[in-house]
C-alpha cells in the first residue's frame, strides 16, 4: 500500500468521524537492528512492527519502561488525528454513542497495572520440535505497565446493553493487507468479561501508559486493555466497539489465535479462541550462550503467573541437574494480580550441568509442565524454560 495516497478509510471516515492523515513505516531496516524511534528493541520484522528487548534489560524493573516493551503489530501504525477521534459504540445497544476523547474523560479514570504478553511468547523453542511460522519471538514478548483510562464497563452502562448481549467486540484502526480484502485487527471478550468491575476492571480504554500518552506503536490514541488476556484481545488504535449476542467475525479471533495441531479447515473451526494466558517464565541472565565457570551462578528472571483473578506466584523453582533436585528462587519486586513477578537466585553448577531449568507454580493452581505439546502456530508455550550453559 502507497504510504503517499489516500485510503480507502481516510476517503470515507472510516464511518466513526476519525479521519487518519497517514501511514508510518519502519523503512528498509535490517531485522535486528536497532529501532530509529530510540527504543532498544530486538526487531523480528520491520514493516509490521515486531520488536522485543533482551531479557536482561526486560527485568530491569518490575514496570516496564516503554523502550523495552515489546511491539506487536500486524500492519503499519495509522497517523490518527486526536482531535477529530470518535469512539463508536453500537449492537446490541438501547444507546448508540459515538464519544471524543474529551467526552470519554468526563468518566471516572482508572489505573491498572498489569502485564500484556504475547500468545507467541516463546514460540521460537517449538521450532525444535518442527518449524512454526509467526514472529519468531523468544521470552522478550512481555512486559508490566501501568495502564490508565476508563472502565469499559462504564462506558457500556452508558449505552445501555440490551438483553441477549453475550460479546463486545473491539475494531482496531489499522489496514491489514490480506488476500481477499484489506481488514482492521480486532476480536472480542465475553460480556461478563467487559462489565467486570472492582480494583481492576474487566477490561479498559487506555489513553496513557506509565503517566504517558500512548506512543503510536501502542495503539495512540486509544486502545484497550483486558488484564489476564493474551495480548491479542487488548486492540490497539480502537475505533469501535459492537456489543453482540456472538463473538467477533473478525479474522483474529475466528481464524487465528487458536491451538490447533493442523492447519485444515475443520481444525480451526473446532477450536475455540484464546483469551486468558497460563502461567509462564524464563530465565533473563545469564544470557543464552554465555560461559560460566563452576561453583555458584547468579541468575534472574520473570514469573508470569495464570491470568485469573487475585493469582499470583507461588512457588519458583530451579534445577541444575535436569530435575534431580530443585531450589526456590526468591521473589523480589511486587506481587499483584495480572502481574507478573520477578525473581533472583544463585545455583550452583558444575562440569556436568547442561541447562538451568525453570519452572513455577501459582495460587490458582496453574503450573509450568515439563513439556506443551506442538500446535501449528506456536501459541502458549510455558513448559519449563531450559537455559543451556557452557561450564568452564
Known amino acids: 500500500m502507497n504510504?503517499?495516497?489516500?485510503t480507502r478509510r481516510e476517503m470515507i471516515g472510516i464511518g466513526t468521524g476519525i479521519a487518519i492523515t497517514g501511514l508510518s513505516s519502519a523503512g528498509n531496516l535490517i531485522a535486528g537492528a536497532a529501532d530509529p524511534l530510540g527504543k532498544d528493541l530486538i526487531f523480528r520484522t520491520?514493516?509490521?512492527?515486531?520488536?522485543?528487548p533482551s531479557l536482561e534489560k526486560l527485568i530491569q524493573s518490575w514496570l516496564t519502561p516503554v523502550k523495552h516493551f515489546y511491539v506487536r503489530s500486524h500492519a503499519p501504525n495509522p497517523k490518527i488525528?486526536?482531535?477529530k477521534f470518535v469512539l463508536s459504540v453500537e449492537g446490541h445497544v438501547r444507546n448508540p454513542i459515538k464519544l471524543s476523547l474529551k467526552q470519554l474523560a468526563q468518566l471516572k479514570r482508572r489505573n491498572v497495572t498489569a502485564t500484556?504478553?504475547?500468545?507467541?511468547?516463546?514460540?521460537?523453542?517449538?521450532?525444535?520440535?518442527?518449524s512454526v511460522g509467526g514472529v519468531q519471538w523468544e521470552a522478550g514478548a512481555i512486559g508490566n505497565a501501568?495502564?490508565?483510562g476508563y472502565a469499559l464497563g462504564d462506558v457500556l452502562k452508558k449505552a445501555e446493553v440490551l438483553e441477549g448481549a453475550r460479546h463486545v467486540w473491539f475494531e482496531g484502526l489499522d489496514e491489514i493487507q490480506r488476500k481477499e480484502a484489506v481488514i482492521p485487527f480486532g476480536g472480542s471478550v465475553p460480556i461478563e468479561k467487559a462489565m467486570q468491575d472492582g480494583d481492576t476492571?474487566?477490561?479498559?480504554?487506555?489513553?496513557r501508559m506509565n503517566g504517558e500518552p500512548l506512543s503510536p506503536d501502542h495503539g495512540y490514541p486509544l486502545r484497550t486493555v483486558v488484564p489476564g488476556y493474551i495480548g491479542a484481545r487488548s486492540v490497539k488504535w480502537l475505533g469501535r466497539i459492537v456489543v453482540s449476542d456472538k463473538p467477533s467475525p473478525n479474522h483474529y479471533l475466528a481464524n487465528a489465535y487458536k491451538l490447533v495441531k493442523n492447519t485444515d479447515p475443520i481444525d480451526w473451526t473446532e477450536a475455540g479462541p484464546i483469551?486468558?494466558?497460563p502461567i509462564n517464565g524464563a530465565i533473563a541472565t545469564p544470557a543464552l550462550d554465555t560461559k560460566v565457570s563452576a561453583g555458584a551462578v547468579d541468575i534472574a528472571g520473570y514469573v508470569l503467573p495464570t491470568g485469573r483473578p487475585n493469582t499470583t506466584a507461588e512457588r519458583i523453582e530451579l534445577s541444575s541437574d535436569n530435575g534431580a533436585t530443585w531450589q526456590a528462587a526468591r521473589m523480589i519486586g511486587k506481587a499483584s494480580e495480572y502481574c507478573w513477578q520477578l525473581w533472583k537466585s544463585r545455583i550452583r553448577v558444575t562440569t556436568d550441568s547442561k541447562a538451568i531449568i525453570l519452572r513455577a507454580f501459582d495460587s490458582s493452581g496453574g503450573f509450568m509442565p515439563q513439556r506443551v505439546p506442538w500446535n501449528a502456530k506456536?501459541?502458549?508455550?510455558?513448559?519449563?524454560?531450559?537455559l543451556p550453559i557452557s561450564v568452564q
Open 116 to 130: 500484556l504478553t504475547c500468545a507467541g511468547n516463546r514460540r521460537t523453542e517449538f521450532n525444535q520440535e518442527s
Open 201 to 207: 476492571p474487566g477490561a479498559l480504554l487506555v489513553d
Open 3 to 6: 504510504s503517499n495516497s489516500l
Open 275 to 277: 483469551y486468558r494466558y
Open 378 to 386: 506456536g501459541y502458549l508455550q510455558n513448559s519449563w524454560f531450559r
Open 81 to 83: 488525528d486526536s482531535e
Open 146 to 148: 501501568q495502564w490508565s
Open 46 to 52: 520491520t514493516d509490521p512492527r515486531n520488536g522485543e
